[in-house]
């Protein structure tokens, strides 16, 4: 694409200097030719490995000179402004034998490190260094699947929950947070955890996604529901290029981004702004029937409209310096400032079948509001060495999220004699607000023993402490009175703090690849409510005891049976710990009929995970298949009962299970149809098996269903892109009930005009069916509800890209009359 888009701005900032230099009237066209933008770089040390200055280093084609330059005192050299092609480095010294190196510069490989030349007895021969041809939109490695996204059609214009919809084996819960085979995963943003939201993080911006089912000991321990990567885009050619995008679409749906690079050695700088703004109207219920011996008692019906308007800011800058070819180090700022507004009017009734007298009916009008400002800082240092994959790595980050959130409830609530019931809280003010941060310091090395042996290891402290604060206070019309609710209201303070250590080591034995790694790590967490002095603690490990608590171990084998077929197993252990909602004995978020408590006696689940993975590559596309098994003891459940007291309130906790087993196939089918008509397949099965005890209350569930994607890309001559999509998710069980059924489908066309500007027209949720529900059943109550957050939209997006390689944009130097074609200095 870049190759295109370079093309496209030379003739056009380049004909006319073509023009003047050619009087003889020769097609302008036969002078024209790529800039010269290539480097290489490297060290030569003489047999001691001692660093040699004022070598000769010259770059040949044939028996022309096209660059060349001499060894600084440190024994470095680099060589610039070089055109692409095939050519040969020549590395020469007095009293010294030759060394004759061939390399390839091409656009994909326009920076190469050439590693050390030793001069000597003991002189290394080095390997070509090439590469060439357009990214697979699928990869697979000993512990990931990549998906290359810069491609995809219907997310244009969208947010990172936009990709997720066509990325294999990923769901989105009714919050938005991506689950990997039911479970939520962690979201990573260029290799590094991250306080971001899907919604907040552009789609325009990412480069390709990585799905890692099974983390390895490198990785928190906390993933339990394994790791997403977003990978963002980045640019290490020399000159400027940048990205102008812009996007309309029903419901307000608004969004607009500006990235812009710039990079000539030593210096690269990257800026990105975007700007998101959408309207969902979405409609919603939830259906209650209170039962005694299986007989109904009453029933609590309510009804929503309601309103989300969502407004997002980012702006990143990024600045990069080379100290030297192997050293570089970088300071990044990333903020995301954001605005939710909601406007729900609910309407409810409550009918006991035996005492009327009781029974009310109204409505309740709801205007919230959440704004947030998150702030990163992020300070990397990169050591790269002369062999192969060897590195070193350091960063340093800080991040802080602001974020308040004030709402009003207003409800009246009214007799069957439609008198207004005086004694009810009619008003209700929620004043909330939070200041959280996060300190993170991770150092990883990775250290090629040879071909086939490597080492990696690393550190990483991760400190969280955060305050927060909601007030409540109700006006009731009949008292006339304003007073705060304390039972509602809450202060608190937590404090995270998890310390660990890794190590991972990977061999080959007899054909078979191993990768074994083993993490530890040290947790300490801490809840203080301030305003009702109740606090909790726990720590792992606290002795020798549950030492093993800390420990994680993986294995990874692979087996390559060919060049088109591979085998895979792996194995780990994780945790999960509970978080300060789910610990704090209080009630945490309420309506009339709803209520959420914290239940301090939890402690953390640990889980077993195992995978066989096989991939064959076909000759029309490739084939993914895995089978996996997951095992939780102490599984963290979500357990809701009706309240003794009044059974048309509905309590929510969390408890600690017995055990929960899920097992299942995943398996993901990309094919080329016919020319031009690609399709990908992607299903999970699964069979789920729930196990938990509540007081004297046994909960058991356990069934089967699956999932599955349906993706089909077709090229149209004139550079007419065309994209449809479909997701289908069956009822799964939970611990009390089941989910409904969810289905959708996207679809998009795209126009691209010389790879520079692009056109993209899409509709999300063709036939408007994504809805979510539940069905919950207990001996005392059953209830369905039903919600969604998207309604369909349409949207239209253009994409301008620009850009010039020039490696030595801030170097102008006058036009002379004559100038050697090959640029050398000899």
């Known amino acids: 694409m870049k190759v295109y888009l370079l093309a496209f701005f030379i003739l056009i900032t380049g004909f006319p200097l073509i023009s003047q230099n050619n009087p003889s009237g020769a097609p302008a066209a036969s002078k024209f030719k790529m800039p010269n933008v290539g480097r290489l770089y490297g060290k030569v040390l003489d047999a001691t490995k001692t660093p040699l200055a004022y070598v000769s280093v010259v770059l040949l084609k044939g028996d022309s000179i096209i660059s060349g330059n001499f060894t600084k005192d440190n024994g470095e050299f680099s060589l610039d402004n070089l055109p692409f092609g095939h050519f040969t480095v020549?590395?020469?010294?007095?009293?010294?034998?030759?060394?004759?190196?061939?390399?390839?510069?091409?656009?994909?490989?326009?920076?190469?490190?050439?590693?050390?030349?030793?001069?000597?007895?003991?002189?290394?021969?080095?390997?070509?260094?090439?590469?060439?041809?357009?990214?697979?939109?699928?990869?697979?490695s000993i512990d990931r699947k990549v998906f290359n996204v810069d491609k995809n059609i219907t997310s244009k214009g969208g947010t990172a929950m936009d990709v997720m919809k066509n990325i294999p084996s990923v769901t989105l819960d009714d919050n938005g947070v991506a689950q990997l085979r039911q479970n939520p995963a962690t979201i990573y943003i260029d290799g590094r955890p991250t306080t971001l939201t899907l919604d907040q993080i552009p789609s325009d911006q990412i480069d390709r996604v990585e799905v890692i089912t099974n983390p390895s000991a490198k990785f928190e321990?906390?993933?339990?529901?394994?790791?997403?990567?977003?990978?963002?885009?980045?640019?290490?050619?020399?000159?400027?290029?940048?990205?102008?995008?812009?996007?309309?679409?029903?419901?307000?749906?608004?969004?607009?981004?500006?990235?812009?690079?710039?990079?000539?050695?030593?210096?690269?700088?990257?800026?990105?702004?975007?700007?998101?703004?959408?309207?969902?109207?979405?409609?919603?219920?939830?259906?209650?029937?209170?039962?005694?011996?299986?007989?109904?008692?009453?029933?609590?019906?309510?009804?929503?409209?309601?309103?989300f308007r969502k407004t997002f800011q980012m702006g990143s800058a990024t600045l990069d310096y080379s100290v030297n070819n192997r050293n570089t180090i970088t300071l990044a700022e990333n903020m995301v400032i954001g605005e939710f507004n909601t406007s729900d009017h609910e309407t409810f009734n409550f009918n006991e079948v035996n005492n009327p007298a009781v029974n009310y009916y109204g409505n309740r009008v709801t205007d919230a509001s959440a704004q947030f400002q998150n702030f990163t800082t992020k300070l990397l240092y990169k050591k790269t060495f002369p062999k192969k994959g060897k590195e070193f790595t350091a960063d340093i980050d800080y991040n802080t999220l602001i974020a308040q959130s004030p709402s009003n409830y207003n409800t009246e609530t009214f007799a069957p004699t439609n008198i207004l019931l005086a004694d009810n809280p009619a008003l209700q003010n929620n004043t909330g607000s939070s200041i959280s941060e996060m300190y993170t310091f991770q150092a990883d090395f990775t250290n090629p023993i040879n071909d086939s042996t490597k080492i990696e290891m690393g550190v990483r402290s991760n400190y969280r402490p955060s305050v927060q604060y909601l007030d409540v206070t109700e006006y009731n019309y009949g008292s006339h009175t304003n007073q705060a609710d304390t039972l509602l209201s809450s202060h608190y303070k937590i404090v995270d703090l998890v310390n660990a250590c890794y190590v991972n080591y990977s061999t080959r034995w007899k054909r078979l690849d191993f990768m074994l790694g083993l993490r530890f790590e040290d947790s300490y967490y801490q809840g203080i409510n301030t305003d009702k002095n109740i606090s909790y603690a726990y720590q792992y490990p606290t002795g020798t005891d549950n030492l093993m608590n800390s420990l994680f171990p993986s294995i990874f084998v692979s087996k390559t049976l060919n060049s088109k077929q591979q085998f895979q197993f792996n194995i780990s252990r994780k945790l999960n710990r509970p978080n300060y909602r789910q610990m704090m004995p209080f009630i945490m978020f309420s309506d009339k009929n709803d209520y959420q408590i914290g239940n301090p006696n939890l402690t953390p689940e640990f889980i077993?995970?195992?995978?066989?993975?096989?991939?064959?590559?076909?000759?029309?596309?490739?084939?993914?298949?895995?089978?996996?098994?997951?095992?939780?003891?102490?599984?963290?459940?979500?357990?809701?009962?009706?309240?003794?007291?009044?059974?048309?309130?509905?309590?929510?906790?969390?408890?600690?299970?017995?055990?929960?087993?899920?097992?299942?196939?995943?398996?993901?089918?990309?094919?080329?149809?016919?020319?031009?008509?690609?399709?990908?397949?992607?299903?999970?099965?699964?069979?789920?098996?729930?196990?938990?005890?509540?007081?004297?209350?046994?909960?058991?569930?356990?069934?089967?269903?699956?999932?599955?994607?349906?993706?089909?890309?077709?090229?149209?001559?004139?550079?007419?892109?065309?994209?449809?999509?479909?997701?289908?998710?069956?009822?799964?069980?939970?611990?009390?009930?089941?989910?409904?059924?969810?289905?959708?489908?996207?679809?998009?066309?795209?126009?691209?005009?010389?790879?520079?500007?692009?056109?993209?027209?899409?509709?999300?949720?063709?036939?408007?069916?994504k809805t979510r529900g539940t069905y919950l059943a207990t001996d005392t109550y059953t209830q369905e509800t039903l919600t969604r957050k998207e309604v369909r939209y349409v949207k239209f997006t253009v994409t301008l890209r620009f850009g010039k390689a020039d490696a030595s944009i801030f170097k102008r130097k006058p036009p002379t009359q004559q100038q050697s074609d090959d640029g050398g200095i000899f």
């Open 90 to 140: 020549k590395v020469a010294y007095l009293g010294s034998k030759t060394i004759l190196k061939p390399v390839t510069i091409t656009m994909q490989n326009v920076e190469q490190d050439l590693g050390d030349f030793v001069l000597g007895p003991d002189e290394t021969q080095l390997k070509t260094v090439e590469i060439e041809g357009e990214k697979s939109a699928s990869e697979m």
């Open 221 to 307: 321990a906390t993933a339990t529901g394994g790791i997403i990567n977003i990978v963002m885009k980045a640019n290490n050619k020399p000159g400027y290029n940048g990205i102008v995008t812009g996007g309309i679409g029903t419901n307000d749906r608004y969004n607009g981004t500006v990235m812009l690079n710039i990079r000539q050695k030593p210096w690269g700088f990257s800026v990105v702004y975007n700007y998101n703004a959408n309207d969902n109207p979405v409609l919603g219920y939830t259906n209650r029937t209170t039962l005694s011996n299986g007989q109904p008692t009453a029933y609590l019906n309510s009804y929503d409209n309601t309103n």
């Open 608 to 769: 077993t995970m195992a995978e066989l993975n096989y991939s064959q590559v076909l000759n029309k596309g490739n084939f993914l298949f895995s089978l996996f098994y997951r095992n939780t003891t102490n599984p963290l459940t979500s357990y809701a009962y009706a309240d003794p007291v009044d059974p048309s309130i509905l309590i929510t906790t969390t408890i600690n299970g017995t055990q929960s087993n899920t097992g299942g196939v995943d398996f993901t089918l990309k094919y080329e149809l016919f020319k031009n008509f690609e399709a990908t397949w992607n299903t999970n099965l699964f069979y789920t098996v729930i196990d938990a005890s509540f007081g004297n209350t046994s909960i058991s569930n356990q069934g089967f269903n699956y999932t599955t994607k349906l993706n089909f890309v077709y090229h149209f001559p004139k550079s007419f892109n065309f994209q449809v999509s479909g997701n289908y998710e069956s009822p799964k069980v939970i611990p009390q009930g089941t989910t409904n059924a969810i289905y959708f489908a996207d679809c998009g066309l795209s126009k691209d005009y010389h790879k520079f500007l692009i056109f993209t027209l899409s509709v999300s949720d063709i036939f408007n069916t």
